[in-house]
């Protein structure tokens, strides 16, 4: 009845830094073929959370299961091996500068598999043109603008077939019609690989389009979670103010200070 | 009441010392691991060679210009201020030995180590440094491809093929400067020029000794540039500081080591 | 930058360095002179070697026919064995004489070989029977000044 969950997290708990920790006992699970979001504020965690669930972390406590393995035990080449069935997008796209798009995409395909240079040809192309970019695939990256970017990034992600995509702030600093088609890209090729997707976003308009599922993330831990229906009704005072853009609330307004008067009369005394 | 902060102070100083000695020691063993994970893992840049005759064009071939334009000039200076101390002593026809084995001992490896490390190092450095802010290094980590492996080995080896050359063909220029102000110019005896050259200078013990000054030359001066860029603070002030760490530390090893294997290969010759 | 440029540009650039090398080994260094001769091993012993090193040339009438290849103290007689190679196509006489000369005022020391007047030639292996030592700054200076003395108590005397 219920598919496997490709990744669950268990009671995870990491810091940076042993006095400092970023996350506390996060729980979330992420059923197969969906598209889960993972929202929050600047330096919530969420960033944090996706690495772990990349590998490149190791959290100091709990376990995260991806794709059947328990990642925080992998050895290095484990870890590889897991990576092949994964794909990423990070924020600004970071294509190899020193390649064109076609190579890019190219890449992966050329590192991991033995497969002929027509077939690869023909599978670059092929990626490129499900983001509908396949006529720029001659250009260098210093030559597309930022949605172009991110897309041949997206095409490069997936140029394996991955069974798990992770997006990282896929939306930030794009124009309104890159970011409807990054978004609808997102949706699409999730369904079309039937593949699972996790995007870890700030952007409530775009990212609620087109998830199944949203985890909230406050202060490294999940403090709401439910499809975007319920999140919208919610009367979570957290979560009324994240999704409706709220100035004030629980996160307040302004940053911890002494009294107002305190601070102008000891101005006053230096004047 | 004053002894105390001065107790304190020199206490706090001393501190500071400390952790800074501490905290360089702790980086160079790091940057010893990272040279031994290049090491083992170099076999890609030697099963794709092409990788690393890419990277020998940027930081080799890209080099050219300004190393045999400053061994021009080098070689020349050695001529003039080589003539003009001679000729004081009737020796003026020992010009091309002089000239010879300033360059092929000293002058050869050493400046050309030290413009190779301002100008290719700090190049390397930089881009290194600029894949890592951009968060190219991690896109290859993702995608399973070891970056250490495809990105820094080839770098590391290129550097460690050119040195040795462009340091030979900084002498080679020298010579030839030499030659040029002393022979041409001053009017010193072409034919005494040469032969006295060739009768002083040896194979092994002058040429070898030079070339193999410019491979641990290309090790040093390769290593760091790699290792900073790597290690490098994914900032614009990280990738500088980087930069300018690469070209700093480059001279001063290159300067060390100098030493170290001119006292081992040319003095102590009786000893042997 | 295409591959094939820059498989160029680098293939250039690896033959330019090795033309310079080439250059450096044959044009300035003596890389040319000893190294594919055929040689024969000889050995002679010193009562004093001075400052003769190893691979010091062997010259004869001012031209190099060989090199030193090994300086050893003999501990039985207490001089010194010097091993060197000579090249093939000179042939000296057994009773060839060698003496440690300096090249020029206060230059570097060499082996100069003066050829005898036996109708039988070296093998490899033999020993040079007449040799003699180099000669000491110091040992001459005291001579002198040996010298001088003598003269001067001479002159004293005859007065």
């Avoid at chain 1, 393995?69 to 500068?97: P, W, Y």
């Avoid at chain 1, 140029?159 to 997102?186: H, K, M, N, V, W």
């Avoid at chain 2, 090491?39 to 080799?60: N, Q």
């Amino acid at each position: 009845m219920a598919s496997p969950d490709v990744v669950a997290i268990e009671n995870l708990s990491f810091g940076y830094e042993p006095t400092r920790p970023v996350l506390h006992g996060v729980n979330l699970r992420i059923g197969r073929g969906k598209v889960v979001g993972i929202m929050g504020q600047s330096g919530c965690g969420k960033t944090t959370l996706l690495r772990i669930i990349a590998g490149a972390l190791r959290p100091s406590a709990g376990a995260a299961r991806v794709l059947g393995e328990v990642v925080n035990q992998l050895d290095s080449a484990g870890i590889f091996a897991l990576r092949r069935k994964m794909g990423m997008l990070f924020q600004f796209g970071a294509l190899f500068t020193d390649m064109t798009a076609y190579e890019n995409v190219a890449f992966q395909m050329r590192e991991h598999t033995d497969l002929p240079p027509d077939l690869i040809h023909d599978l670059a192309l092929l990626k490129l043109e499900a983001v509908g970019l396949r006529g720029a695939a001659h250009l260098m990256p210093s030559e597309l603008s930022g949605g172009m970017a991110r897309r041949v990034a997206l095409a490069r992600a997936i140029a394996l077939d991955p069974q798990l995509i992770l997006y990282d702030e896929p939306f930030t600093g794009l124009d309104p019609i890159s970011l409807g088609a990054i978004a609808r890209l997102i949706r699409r090729l999730n369904d079309s690989l039937g593949a699972t997707s996790v995007v870890v976003s700030h952007d409530v308009q775009e990212c609620f389009d087109i998830v199944d599922y949203v985890y909230m993330v406050s202060a490294g831990r999940v403090v709401a979670e439910g499809t975007p229906q319920e999140l919208r009704r919610s009367g979570e005072p957290f979560v009324h103010q994240f999704v409706h853009g709220e100035p004030d609330g629980p996160i307040p307004f302004h940053y911890p200070a002494p009294g107002y008067a305190a601070d102008l009369d000891v101005g006053a005394a230096h004047g | 009441m004053a002894e105390r902060a001065l107790f304190v102070a020199t206490r706090q100083l001393l501190e500071r010392l400390g952790a800074a000695v501490t905290a360089r020691i702790w980086r160079l063993g790091f940057a010893s691991r990272f040279f031994l994970y290049m090491i083992l893992h170099s076999g890609v840049a030697f099963r794709r060679f092409w990788l690393t005759v890419r990277e020998i064009y940027f930081a080799g071939v890209l080099s050219l210009i300004i190393i045999l334009v400053s061994g021009l000039f080098v070689g020349m200076v050695l001529g003039l201020q080589g003539y003009d101390t001679l000729q004081r002593y009737g020796s003026s026809e020992a010009l091309g030995i002089l000239v010879a084995l300033s360059l092929v001992r000293e002058l050869g490896p050493v400046v050309a180590g030290l413009l190779f490390a301002s100008r290719a190092g700090s190049a390397i450095t930089a881009e290194i440094g600029l894949m890592k802010a951009t968060e190219q290094i991690a896109a290859m980590e993702m995608m399973a491809v070891d970056p250490v492996a495809r990105v820094v080995a080839p770098r590391f080896w290129a550097g460690v093929i050119s040195m040795p050359l462009l340091a030979a063909m900084f002498s080679a220029m020298g010579i030839f400067g030499g030659y040029l102000v002393g022979v041409q110019l001053i009017g010193v005896d072409e034919g005494a020029f040469w032969s006295q050259m060739q009768a002083s200078v040896d194979f092994r013990e002058d040429i070898m000794n030079g070339v193999i000054k410019s491979v641990v030359f290309g090790v040093a001066v390769t290593w760091i540039a790699v290792f900073e860029g790597y290690d490098a603070a994914p900032t614009a002030e990280g990738v500088s500081g980087a930069t300018t760490r690469t070209v700093v530390t480059s001279s001063l090893a290159i300067l060390a080591l100098d030493f170290i294997l001119t006292a081992l290969m040319f003095t102590g010759g009786n000893a042997r | 930058m295409k591959r094939s440029t820059i498989d160029l540009w680098v293939g250039a650039f690896v033959a330019a360095a090795f033309g310079a090398l080439l250059f450096l080994a044959l044009k300035v260094g003596n890389l040319a002179a000893f190294s594919t001769a055929q040689t024969y091993v000889v050995q002679a012993k010193f009562a004093n070697i001075g400052g003769l090193k190893v691979r010091a040339p062997i010259k004869s009438a001012g031209v190099v026919v060989g090199r030193v290849t090994e300086v050893r103290f003999d501990n039985e007689s207490y001089e010194a064995i010097v091993t060197f190679n000579i090249e093939g196509r000179y042939q000296f006489p057994r009773d060839t004489s060698a003496k440690v000369l300096t090249s020029g005022l206060l230059g570097e020391q060499y082996v100069g070989l003066e050829a005898g007047g036996d109708g039988v030639m070296l093998k490899s292996g033999d020993r040079l029977r007449l040799t003699q030592s180099a000669v000491v700054l110091e040992n001459l200076i005291s001579q002198f000044l040996y010298n001088k003395a003598a003269e001067g108590k001479e002159e004293k005397a005859g007065k």
